[in-house]
């Protein structure tokens, strides 16, 4: 017997998850539940992260956890408890897979287009990390952090799994165009890996273009990998176009810990009713056992999802309003009476039970890093300061401070140069960014930064500073738009 950790989660979780575990039962699968406590009632009692360290012990013990939705307290003060699980335990790929189903009306099944696409989302880092500062009362700032390593590992993952699905495709959506050192270093890591894989054609599009192609011709598409909240809205957008969040599943993979989860919300309004529809969690729990090497079960249960759906037996929730709707138990019974059918419209082939599946990157030390190719040094520093001042002003300021180490290279407001040159209709809020390069491209020292600093501060509220690092020759920083 296979241990799983379980959570119920909140409003209409118990009910979905009761319905999803008797039709596992009924399949006499090889799986023992271990249930924990998570979710918002478990915030209510005065949880901070949302979970009892005792669930957080048993779900590290037995490496996977099997959830409903859950919901975040508003207005405490606290974090998502379905991000801070997926960080907490770096399940660093999230796998979602759309599929066309039978019985599901959509636009694209209506029209004949089979949709089976594979978004693979980057999961820890990006603006997920929630790191953000006030650095003027009209200005706040969000720190995007993309790793080298971090991208590393759910790149390696979204390739070596194309491979094992036999896809020959592979897509990076991304926003290098703009974002190019961030979505840069994404992409790069992406054809850095692409290397390894000559079978599988590798390419790019930009993510507002993917898109439009998407709700367009997703037949075109079969797997794609993206950062953190590019890959959450995509996933969304995918989902609409098989039917909604409702037939989305979802699966967290780390090296030790994987969750998988209903993505959809916790619907309070009908919870307690016995009218939700449990084919998300279902279809989530269908991905579990193929992660346990539990095929023969996985392709007898979901050929008997998809042989009901194409009954047009349904909940209220979606199919033929001609139709009497089924509460969720009469759904789950359907669902278990047709064990060994088949549907006509691409049923699920026959596989023998398998491995667990590997993961992938593992890490070999705690922290990750990645060493930098050739010199490393400080070529100056962006000085963001507070000031309600034309820019003109900022900079005659700026200038009296630069020393024999600086020049003044631009003075930018909303990343828009407004010094040396600029225009009169470029609207400006209270923060500048002061930028001082090394004279004659020389390096300077942190020390040199310090004394800038000082300097700096005798005329200006100084909000934030970075450095502007060089690595080899490459520059580790962006210019300003119109620089």
């Excluded at 359907?334 to 064990?339: E, G, K, L, V």
């Excluded at 040396?420 to 491209?441: A, H, M, Q, W």
């Amino acid at each position: 017997m296979t241990k799983i950790a379980v959570a119920k989660g909140d409003g209409i979780g118990p009910e979905i998850m009761e319905a999803v575990l008797s039709i596992f039962k009924a399949a006499k699968l090889p799986l023992e539940f271990e249930f924990v406590e998570m979710g918002k009632w478990v915030f209510d009692k005065g949880y901070s992260n949302g979970m009892t360290p005792e669930a957080q012990q048993t779900i590290e013990a037995v490496g996977i956890l099997f959830k409903g939705p859950m919901e975040t307290p508003k207005g405490k003060g606290v974090k998502s408890v379905n991000v801070t699980a997926r960080k907490t335990w770096n399940t660093y790929a999230n796998k979602r897979v759309f599929q066309t189903l039978h019985g599901v009306d959509t636009v694209f099944s209506k029209a004949g287009i089979i949709v089976d696409l594979t978004i693979v989302r980057e999961n820890i880092e990006d603006t997920y990390g929630g790191i953000e500062h006030m650095l003027t009362p009209d200005v706040s700032l969000s720190r995007r952090f993309i790793t080298r390593p971090g991208s590393m590992q759910v790149i390696k993952y979204a390739f070596e799994m194309a491979r094992r699905k036999g896809t020959k495709r592979i897509t990076c959506g991304h926003k290098a165009n703009i974002m190019k050192l961030t979505d840069g270093l994404f992409l790069d890591t992406f054809y850095e890996v692409a290397k390894e894989y000559p079978e599988l054609k590798a390419d790019d599009v930009i993510v507002d273009d993917l898109c439009m192609k998407l709700v367009t011709r997703p037949d075109l598409f079969d797997v794609v990998v993206l950062t953190n909240l590019q890959g959450d809205i995509v996933s969304d957008l995918c989902a609409g176009l098989v039917g909604g969040l409702g037939f989305a599943p979802s699966a967290n993979i780390g090296d030790h810990i994987s969750i998988f989860e209903a993505v959809h919300g916790t619907a309070p309004d009908i919870a307690g009713k016995n009218i939700a529809n449990p084919t998300a969690l279902l279809l989530s729990g269908m991905a579990m056992l193929r992660h346990l090497g539990l095929m023969k079960s996985a392709v007898m249960i979901e050929n008997a999802l998809l042989y009901t759906l194409e009954q047009g037996i349904h909940t209220g929730d979606f199919g033929d309003k001609s139709k009497p709707a089924l509460n969720t138990t009469e759904f789950t019974e359907a669902i278990t009476s047709n064990f060994g059918q088949k549907p006509k419209n691409n049923p699920r082939p026959d596989l023998p039970d398998a491995p667990i599946t590997p993961t992938i990157f593992k890490l070999k030390q705690n922290p990750m890093f990645s060493s930098p190719d050739g010199k490393w040094r400080i070529m100056g520093a962006d000085f963001f300061i507070e000031s309600d001042e034309q820019p003109n002003i900022v900079a005659e300021k700026a200038l009296k401070h630069t020393l024999n180490l600086f020049k003044l290279v631009t003075v930018s407001n909303r990343g828009t140069q407004v010094w040396p040159k600029g225009s009169k209709f470029t609207n400006l809020v209270d923060l500048y960014c002061c930028r001082f390069e090394s004279l004659e491209e020389a390096s300077v020292t942190q020390t040199d930064i310090l004394e800038l600093y000082k300097r700096m501060s005798a005329d200006f509220i100084i909000c934030s500073t970075e450095l502007l690092n060089e690595f080899g020759d490459k520059k580790g920083f962006s210019l300003a738009q119109g620089q």
